[in-house]
């Protein structure tokens, strides 16, 4: 079981990795250099860039798979004006479009991106072109891969704004609404990370890579043709305690992704500890947003590639974009609320929404459950599409095992104005827990083909984080939120008081793979069923509607017993089993 468990692990982060390099066939000589034409005011000049003329990367195996995660080291540079783009759907029945923003002093003005051009909301498809030689010159890849301008970057020149205000990674969840992607002027962002689930089998030994950016986008965005030669050595990669930071040029040994995975969870669902520095034999280390899977924290990694040659300006304190930024933990007020309760009328509210539940997988009994049981796993998310954060406090009584929760409202300066009491705030000793979870947030249940009947039930508490930013664009969306893996903001056993945030445009995937969390199916007929996701199901919490907090998600079960199936089909155009 461990390996299955692992290669699901890593399954899921590979799913929220993004700017993918897909091998494809060999393609033809690339055309020749041009300049680029002189950017318009308010019209951002890209170029390709490379950090460095030589990188090392580490050759890893796991799970039956080797390769190297392939971080080439290259660069969008961007001047004159920042890329900024808006990316949306208007329902899970329409395609994603993408719109530039051109900002030229008070001016505003979008472009629609031409189709074919944005597929997802994980980045410019098809943006990256690569091309790899042996040392005896023969061609052994081709590559191309998307370009998520949210990526880890850096600043490239002194005089560039501190830090960025754009978000710091391109969604992976198959249910986004919208997205903002966005480089400020002068700042770079890095354009590959390496698929931890289709690593890039290339053999120890010396390399020539030639990286450039397909013709349709250097003529979209009128780029000159600047391809980026790097050397590049393959190695196996050094134990525990071996190798350090040796090597020649830049060494890869974590790929700081543009959104890789903040694996799993647990009861979450992704933030596996997988790749995580020290933590064991995957490549990727964890970033903000993407469905969890194991309940402990996961440092986002440096952009390597621009501080290794000196090229980034690391951001000012704890206001870093660049990849670097270790989100502090949200202080909870000292003391519980005093005076009488009162939810002003007039006050912003969140609005808690259920996204329909995805990443089905029938497991037979992990994590506490019973062994030889048929469960149904699945991954499921409750947002808040604002206008206020959900912002609840837990205060402890000495000696107590439960917390009061409180929620608070406030004003439009962030005063606070009211409070109410909403349930409590229990510590859940299980492993792969070990934190305060808040009752009454969401609920699961199995309901029967004609939806009339409730066939099973998951009812548990959580510790709040925003994993995945589903609509940032939505009004008062946090494109920083702080409290993104449960380091920040779960407490501990001795804590005497928690305060858990969900903001605005975030929500929060838990993949049900802990105690009571997956349903048993063991026994149940096979046919067709239904998963609702239920948000906010006691009504405890103060929201704007209440008439959006369910989701179902059709599901057909088959097989026998010890070997039950789940086929999912796609919900409108969104295909995500």
Known sequence: MTSQKHRREMQRAAFAAGAVLAVVAVAGAAPGAGAAPKAKPGTPQLKLIAASKSVTLDRWEWDGKAGVSLDLGTY??????????????????????AQQILRDGKKVTTKTLPAGLVRDFQGLSGFLEVSIKNAAGAQVLTAKGDFCPNNASGRIRPDAPATSHYPQSC?????????????????????????????TDLPVGQYTAKVSVAKKYRDYFGMADTPQTVKLTVRESPQDGEGGEGGVGLRSSVAHGSHGAKAAHGAHGAHAGHGAQGAGPAPGGGHHYGPRGADEPTAPALPHALEARGLAHLGDGKGHTDGSRIAPALKANAQRPTGRATVPANVPKPDLRSLPAWGFEITDGEDGDVPGKDYLAFSANVWNAGPAPLVVDGFRSPGKDLMDAYQYFYDANGKQVGYTPTGTMEWDPRIGHEHWHFTDFA???LLSADKTKQVRSGKEAFCLANTDAVDYTVKNANWHP??????TAC???????????????SGDTYTQYRPGQSFDITGLP??????????????????TDLSNNTSLRKVVLGGKAGARTVSVPPYDLVNAP
């Open 443 to 445: 609920s699961y249940r």
């Open 491 to 505: 407490g501990e056993q001795n804590s005497i008081s928690v305060r858990e945030v969900l903001d605005v445009g």
């Open 526 to 543: 096979n046919g067709t069923y239904y998963v609702e996701v239920l948000a906010n199901p006691a009504k405890r919490l103060k929201e």
């Open 482 to 487: 702080y409290n993104t893996d449960l380091s």
């Open 76 to 97: 969008v540079s961007v001047d004159n004006a920042p890329l900024e783009f808006k990316v949306t759907r208007k329902s899970y029945k329409d395609p994603v479009v």
């Open 171 to 199: 969604p992976a969840n198959p249910f986004t609404l919208g997205s903002v992607w966005g480089v400020e002027k002068g700042w770079a962002a890095n354009t590959s990370a390496g698929d931890r689930d289709k690593p």
